[in-house]
Every structure is written in C-alpha cells, then in structure tokens.
C-alpha cells in the first residue's frame, strides 16, 4: 500500500506557471521510481515524465521537454512536476504513479496511483 496525494492543480492562464506535488504519509518514497501522467478529456491517459530514485535518471515526452521539469526531494518526500510555458492542451487531470524501481522508464508498470489533481489552462 502506498497511498500518493497529488497536490497543485488549478486554473492558469496560457503561459502560465503551476507546479504539482505527490506525496505520501506513512511511507517513504525512496526506492520507488515516480512517474507523472495525464488525462484530457476524451483522451487516453499519458505518461509525460518520470523519475528513477535519485533524481538523476530523468525522461520526458517530447510535448513537455524544455516546458516541465521533475525532481524530487526525498528529505521532503515529495516529487515535483513544475510546469511552465502551460498551454491550453495542457489541460487535463494530472496523476503521480509509483512503481518499485531505482531507475525510471517511459512505459513502465506502475502499481500504485494517485487520486489525480485537475489542471485547466484557458484565457
């Protein structure tokens, strides 16, 4: 059991900022390799990024490089996706995942799930 809480949607405007947060109580999250999806409506759900356990092995798709950044800190035990540059199909329901690993990869089998936070970019 590893209950992860994301935090840090809201509504912002194109170009705008946000940052997300996951989280977890009672657990640590090092060892666990992090990952960051998203779901638009009536779109499939997406992996954009993920994090290995230290937070030196980093991937991206190619739609968020250079706009969003992860990172983690494990003292804090939170995992960071800082978005910048948002645009409107940005917009969606942002999901941090956990899969027991030391090094992420795009595509890879995560067993536990957050409960998802809302992102809308509109004008």
């Known amino acids: 059991q590893l209950p992860l809480v994301e935090s840090g949607g809201g509504l912002v405007q194109p170009g705008g900022s946000l940052r997300l947060s996951c989280t977890t109580s009672?657990?640590?999250?090092?060892?666990?390799?992090i990952g960051w999806f998203r779901q638009a409506p009536g779109k499939e759900r997406e992996e954009i990024s993920c994090?290995?356990?230290?937070?030196?092995?980093?991937e991206y798709i190619d739609s968020v490089k250079g706009r969003f950044t992860i990172s983690r800190d494990n003292a804090k035990n939170t995992i960071y996706l800082q978005m910048n540059h948002l645009r409107p199909d940005d917009t969606a329901v942002y999901y941090c995942?956990?899969?027991?690993?030391?090094?992420?990869?795009?595509?890879?089998?995560?067993?536990?799930w957050g409960q998802g936070t809302q992102v809308t970019v509109s004008s």
């Open positions: 995942a956990a899969y027991w690993s030391s090094t992420c990869a795009l595509g890879s089998l995560y067993t536990h």
């Open positions: 009672g657990y640590s999250l090092q060892g666990w390799s």
């Open positions: 994090t290995g356990r230290l937070g030196f092995n980093i």
